[in-house]
């Protein structure tokens, strides 16, 4: 545990408040569905619309919040929000129905998606002379955090009493709260001024927008292992039901191990293009595996499908090191969490679209449609680097003329030549990050 957390200061408050939060939003991932569902008694396709729902309210919250952070202070804003999904996520006991479920879930997802844009500018702030590769690290520290709560979830479901579900909701907002108190120590960021020109700089920025527009493609990956995996696993193959766990036991892990260390080398935003561009042809290569599962004895489906994992994996840690890199690098400092939350539209959209996606191509449609997922992976990963030219090549003018960093200096002032972050002491390379 020592090893998770960088020497005192800022940045071991951040990745403390984070592991706490992260522990919570294990526990409601594994469960909260089979709350609303079994403890509720919703019906699961109106626990689905109000999923859809609360996504959409999600989406309009991030840019606004983000640009709140940017104009009033990170961390007050950060902790607001951490205090809202705290009590929304109370409210699920009181739920009784599906407009009280839309509400409370509505408020809660609405929260989480608008802190995620308000801490980005805490990230860059305190993230160091490479905030990426601090972003980096916490990822794999909330691989660890989900990893623990969704232990404690397995123990509720097991169980499966009023009381147990009851503890799993409690528990998850008392984590909110102590991530927010965690954040008392925290030195307050202060406001960046904001320059001449429109208030919506993000949304003006083209290719920025089309970044997104990329990475919310990509993001339909995280669905693969959650949602397509599954459902293949018992439909299509022989292969023993519990390797379902095991396969999402080996992608955690290997995040959890890796995450910090495939970033290292994402330095820079034609880097971070170059790893889009790997990802989507490992991701392919994953689907293509999958594809070859089905009819095969339960060992070598089995074989085949952890295989398929590790590849998948190895694409995933590529992707997410693009996305941190691109997101902070091609994003002006004093519009991060504005930029941040633009750029969380397009997980937001893949969080709405991928699953039906996913079901309808991999499972409907069988074989094929897995080939078609994973080239669709590869094509978006050929057409980021080209993105990534094209915003470099902008970077002497903000949308509207609003000025933006020199090419050589493109978003992280502090950066060295050619846009190029200096390298971090080798204590930093180790530091733990989410």
Known sequence: MPSLLPEAGP????????????????????AGVLYFTEE???????????????GVVSLVLGIAVGHLADRRGARGVYAATL??????????????????????????????????AARSPLIRHYGGSRPQAFRAHLRAVTNIGISLGALLAGWAVQVGTHT?????????????????????????????????????LALRDRPYLLLTALDGVMAIQFKVLTVAV????VTATTAPRWLMSGTMLVNTALVIVFQVVASR???????????YRRSGVAFLASCSLISLSAGLPAGAAATLLLTAVVVHTIGELWHAAGGFEVSFSLAPEHATGQYLGVFGLGAGLAEAVGPGLLIALCITWGRPGWYVVGALFT???????????????????????????????????????????PELPARAHHLPGS
Do not use: M
């Open 379 to 421: 094509v978006t990963g050929l057409v980021a680097p080209v993105a990534v030219r094209r915003a470099l090549r902008a970077g002497a003018r903000e949308p509207e003329g609003v000025p933006r960093p020199a090419p050589g200096t493109y978003g992280v002032s502090h950066g060295g030549p050619e846009g190029r972050a």
């Open 83 to 116: 205090t809202v999904q705290a009590l929304a996520t109370a409210g699920f006991v009181l739920v009784d129905g599906f407009w009280s479920f839309v509400l409370a879930v509505g408020a809660a997802t609405g929260a989480k998606a608008a802190g995620i």
């Open 164 to 200: 147990a579900y009851q503890l799993l909701v409690l528990g998850n907002a008392i984590s909110l709260a102590a991530a927010a108190a965690i954040l008392v120590p925290l030195p307050p960021v202060a406001p960046r001024p904001r320059p001449g020109g429109p208030r919506r």
């Open 265 to 275: 080398s994402v330095d820079s935003p034609t880097a971070g293009g170059r790893a």
């Open 40 to 54: 509720v008694r919703l019906p699961a396709g109106q626990v689905g619309l109000g999923l859809g729902i609360a």
């Open 230 to 233: 599954p459902l293949w696993l």
């Open 11 to 30: 940045q071991r408050v951040i990745v403390a408040s984070n592991l706490v939060y992260t522990v919570g939003s294990g526990l409601y991932l594994t």
